[in-house]
């Protein structure tokens, strides 16, 4: 009988926490990047009234009798399964489609959170804003070199930050020239390219190629608009002016393979109203230009020159990478947003605030960029919400209150049977 109300007793007690991690579940519903937990149970020792034997020749064996003392918690299991997306329209939130985990530190502990709600603090570092723990990744270098080998660094978005002007020194042009094109008057194609100086002073330069009287051969020039262009000297290769294409409508390359150069020279203030020169060549690439049948347009892709600016906004990819836009129109790379990867998440440790900690059972976490090794990618201007299963926790409501409810019925039943055994006496 006294069986009976330890294991009763057990059984309230067991659902009690059984109804707390439910609740917890349900009042974390609207929780950013919140795992939702489970309860299992197990059966307590069990006392063995007897052993069980084997059979003989003229009689069978039999089972063991065993009366059981009640349950106990198996396990309260963390579900790291897919939160749904949220948009929020912010480029500082930031949520993990698939495995993987964001890292933090405070200073002096890591943790690891799937809750992506971050905003660029005062230094202009990226953190968490509700406990201002910083983001952790790796900054690009001055050159916009990101190094994943090294240790991991707060992240920085220097919003406002300037960035010096940088002189041309490549471009890139690409284009179809019409084979088709007339000889008298000789056919051309041109497009405008701004050249910058060292101090971000642009300078329009027309580059013309226009069709002789050779066959599949181009004449090359430079002009600009600018008087402060003094002359302008085009080297399509080894000296020479011209650009020539096979019968297939490549470019021939020139001899030692070299590009085409354009060398300008520039007037320049050097104070007290004199005046002096600067000097400085270009490079073209012209890989992309071809010579066939139709519509002919000249057009550059790429150019090395800049003025100077000021980053005005940022954009992070699906592999993490922070990109910088500037006022100039320029983007460069500010970074890299670490991720980490567990071989067992389930072993984590709540360490409040939507974080967790490594513990001896999660693992050593494999550090990585973001959809690489495993790990998810990121998405921006998204959040993670909690992964509760409100039908499913509503379901467990009622599992854990009749449990309860059955559990105690059990210590009234046992009580009554234990008052008619007390009542023999009388």
């Given at each position: 009988?006294?069986?009976?109300?330890?294991?009763?007793?057990?059984?309230?007690?067991?659902?009690?926490?059984?109804?707390?991690?439910?609740?917890?579940?349900?009042?974390?519903?609207?929780?950013?990047?919140?795992?939702?937990?489970?309860?299992?149970?197990?059966?307590?020792?069990?006392?063995?009234i007897s052993g069980a034997s084997a059979p003989t020749e003229s009689r069978g064996g039999t089972n063991p009798q065993q009366v059981g003392l009640g349950i106990k918690i198996g396990g309260i299991d963390v579900l790291h399964t897919q939160g749904s997306l949220q948009a929020t329209?912010?480029?500082?939130?930031?949520?993990?489609?698939?495995?993987?985990?964001?890292?933090?530190?405070?200073?002096t502990r890591t943790f690891y959170t799937r809750d992506g709600?971050?905003?660029?603090?005062?230094?202009?570092?990226?953190?968490?804003?509700?406990?201002?723990?910083?983001v952790q990744g790796w900054r690009a270098d001055t050159n916009g070199v990101v190094n994943i080998d090294a240790p991991l660094t707060s992240l920085l978005i220097p919003m406002g930050q300037s960035i010096a002007a940088q002189a041309t020194t490549q471009i890139s042009l690409q284009?179809?020239?019409?084979?088709?094109?007339?000889?008298?008057?000789?056919?051309?194609?041109?497009?405008?390219?701004?050249?910058?100086?060292?101090?971000?002073?642009?300078?329009?330069?027309?580059?013309?190629?226009?069709?002789t009287d050779q066959p599949n051969k181009w004449d090359v020039t430079a002009t600009s608009t600018n008087a402060k262009v003094n002359a302008l000297t085009v080297d399509t290769g080894a000296g020479g002016?011209?650009?020539?294409?096979?019968?297939?409508?490549?470019?021939?390359?020139?001899?030692?393979?070299?590009?085409?150069?354009?060398?300008?020279?520039?007037?320049?203030e050097s104070g007290a109203g004199t005046t002096g020169t600067v000097a400085f060549t270009v490079e073209v690439d012209q890989e992309s230009v071809t010579q066939f049948a139709g519509l002919g347009n000249i057009a550059p892709t790429f150019n090395n020159g800049y003025s100077a600016g000021s980053l005005i906004t940022f954009s992070v990819g699906p592999?993490?990478?922070?990109?910088g836009i500037f006022s100039n129109g320029t983007s460069r790379p500010l970074g890299q947003i670490a991720m980490a990867l567990f071989t067992?998440?389930?072993?984590?440790?709540r360490a409040g605030s939507n974080n967790?900690?490594?513990?001896?059972?999660?693992?050593?976490?494999?550090?990585?960029?973001?959809?690489?090794?495993g790990r998810g990618s990121i998405g921006a201007g998204v959040l993670e919400g909690s992964n509760t299963d409100l039908a499913r926790e509503f379901t467990n409501v009622v599992i854990a209150q009749r449990g309860f409810q059955a559990s105690s019925r059990i210590i009234s039943t046992a009580d009554q049977m234990l008052e008619g055994l007390v009542n023999l006496i009388r």
């Amino acid at each position: 009988m006294m069986k009976a109300l330890f294991a009763a007793i057990a059984g309230l007690q067991n659902h009690i926490t059984y109804m707390d991690v439910v609740g917890n579940n349900i009042a974390n519903v609207n929780t950013q990047g919140f795992k939702a937990s489970r309860v299992t149970f197990q059966d307590m020792l069990t006392q063995t009234i007897s052993g069980a034997s084997a059979p003989t020749e003229s009689r069978g064996g039999t089972n063991p009798q065993q009366v059981g003392l009640g349950i106990k918690i198996g396990g309260i299991d963390v579900l790291h399964t897919q939160g749904s997306l949220q948009a929020t329209g912010r480029n500082t939130d930031f949520a993990i489609q698939g495995s993987g985990f964001f890292v933090i530190q405070d200073g002096t502990r890591t943790f690891y959170t799937r809750d992506g709600a971050f905003d660029v603090a005062v230094s202009g570092e990226l953190v968490n804003p509700t406990n201002a723990y910083k983001v952790q990744g790796w900054r690009a270098d001055t050159n916009g070199v990101v190094n994943i080998d090294a240790p991991l660094t707060s992240l920085l978005i220097p919003m406002g930050q300037s960035i010096a002007a940088q002189a041309t020194t490549q471009i890139s042009l690409q284009g179809n020239l019409d084979a088709g094109a007339s000889i008298t008057p000789p056919g051309s194609f041109s497009t405008t390219v701004d050249i910058y100086d060292s101090l971000g002073q642009a300078y329009p330069v027309t580059i013309k190629y226009t069709k002789t009287d050779q066959p599949n051969k181009w004449d090359v020039t430079a002009t600009s608009t600018n008087a402060k262009v003094n002359a302008l000297t085009v080297d399509t290769g080894a000296g020479g002016t011209t650009v020539e294409f096979d019968a297939t409508g490549r470019r021939i390359d020139p001899p030692a393979g070299e590009k085409m150069s354009i060398d300008v020279d520039l007037a320049t203030e050097s104070g007290a109203g004199t005046t002096g020169t600067v000097a400085f060549t270009v490079e073209v690439d012209q890989e992309s230009v071809t010579q066939f049948a139709g519509l002919g347009n000249i057009a550059p892709t790429f150019n090395n020159g800049y003025s100077a600016g000021s980053l005005i906004t940022f954009s992070v990819g699906p592999l993490g990478d922070i990109t910088g836009i500037f006022s100039n129109g320029t983007s460069r790379p500010l970074g890299q947003i670490a991720m980490a990867l567990f071989t067992n998440p389930a072993g984590l440790q709540r360490a409040g605030s939507n974080n967790f900690e490594s513990t001896s059972n999660s693992g050593v976490p494999a550090i990585g960029r973001p959809s690489t090794g495993g790990r998810g990618s990121i998405g921006a201007g998204v959040l993670e919400g909690s992964n509760t299963d409100l039908a499913r926790e509503f379901t467990n409501v009622v599992i854990a209150q009749r449990g309860f409810q059955a559990s105690s019925r059990i210590i009234s039943t046992a009580d009554q049977m234990l008052e008619g055994l007390v009542n023999l006496i009388r």
